[in-house]
């Protein structure tokens, strides 16, 4: 099982930086860049819906299944 993750690509689509996001959402910019890359492990549904407030996307925007 592989979770995708596509916050870079809607970041980018926004136009927001990293910084400017995590000061946002109230997240350090180091745990933001931890799920940002993909090597996080799990994601608290309060920062997703953060996340997808601030973004003005759905969580499957950002989050993506692909199967092995």
């Not at 000061?23 to 953060?50: H, M, Q, V, Y």
């Amino acid at each position: 099982m592989a979770i995708i993750v596509n916050l870079d690509v809607m970041m980018a689509k926004r136009k927001i930086s990293l910084g400017e996001l995590a000061e946002r959402i109230d997240i350090t910019p180091a745990n933001l860049s931890i799920l940002k890359t993909g090597k996080a492990k799990a994601i608290r549904f309060s920062t997703l819906e953060a996340i997808c407030k601030e973004l003005n996307c759905q969580p499957a925007d950002i989050l993506e299944y692909q199967a092995d």
